[in-house]
């Protein structure tokens, strides 16, 4: 019995298994090789699992200034020759500030000698103690005073001092407990006049015209321990009264005194 209703509904159905993928494949003849289709794939990237290698830092020296090791030292003479002992020495930083004190202090031995040790690199200079000066009779010492750098290439400094005794005045006027002087006078001719001071073989006496900036005044070779100065109404006169050993003016001093003259 023919049904082609029948029919017609299972082609219906066979066409939609074909055009959803659905059908049946089709066989491969016996003995025909099957082709496989390969998919490409991505390998992934090793993974690395040791920690970075670190890039090497060179580090280059630097000099560095070494904080200490600088010496300032020095020697306290009379008359160029004789050593002063126990004498106070001070140490100044500097530049010098007001207010500022000394940093060290220490005392002359029986050389006269005198250091500071172990200073940080740096300026300074060292100045003897002016109580100490005087408890020793001493009028003025000289030198010194001058800055001292100290650095590396300069670690030794050097300061030194020639001290004298004050040069003992009796006319005009008596310095024996004055370090300065103003002396006014109404004088014309003024006689000058000093104690002789041991060892002493000469003095020598400068008059400065303080206007003119002339010496009235230049005597070197004084073997006496007096002298006559002219004076001029309203000038003012710086006077220098040295004491020396020798024939040359200028070394071995012994002894000193300044004053100013104001002549009315």
């Not at 998919?39 to 200034?65: E, F, K, N, R, Y």
């Not at 050097?158 to 003992?168: E, G, L, T």
Request: aromatic share 10%.
């Amino acid at each position: 019995m023919n049904c082609p209703s029948r029919k017609f509904a299972l082609l219906a159905v066979l066409g939609v298994l074909i055009a959803t993928g659905c059908a049946s494949p089709t066989p491969t003849p016996a003995g025909q090789p099957t082709a496989a289709i390969a998919t490409a794939t991505t390998a992934p990237l090793p993974t690395s699992t040791s920690a970075p290698t670190a890039i090497p830092t060179v580090v280059v020296p630097t000099p560095s200034m070494p904080a200490g090791g600088g010496t300032i030292t020095g020697t306290v003479l009379y008359g160029e020759v004789a050593p002063v002992p126990s004498l106070v020495i001070q140490l100044w930083k500097q530049p010098y500030q007001q207010g500022d004190k000394p940093i060290s202090t220490t005392t002359t031995d029986t050389g006269g000698r005198y250091v500071f040790a172990n200073l940080p690199f740096g300026q300074y200079s060292a100045q003897v103690d002016n109580q100490s000066l005087k408890a020793q009779g001493y009028y003025q010492c000289g030198g010194g005073g001058p800055m001292v750098t100290l650095a590396l290439t300069n670690t030794v400094g050097r300061n030194d001092f020639a001290c004298v005794y004050k040069v003992h005045l009796v006319r005009p006027f008596d310095n024996k407990d004055l370090d300065f002087m103003q002396y006014p006078t109404s004088e014309r001719t003024l006689t000058l006049k000093w104690e002789p001071l041991p060892d002493a073989t000469k003095y020598a006496v400068d008059v400065l015209d303080e206007a003119s900036q002339k010496f009235t005044v230049s005597e070197r070779n004084l073997t006496s321990s007096e002298i006559k100065i002219l004076t001029e109404p309203g000038h003012k006169y710086q006077v220098l009264v040295s004491a020396y050993r020798g024939e040359v003016f200028g070394r071995f001093t012994l002894g000193r005194y300044q004053f100013q003259l104001i002549a009315q």
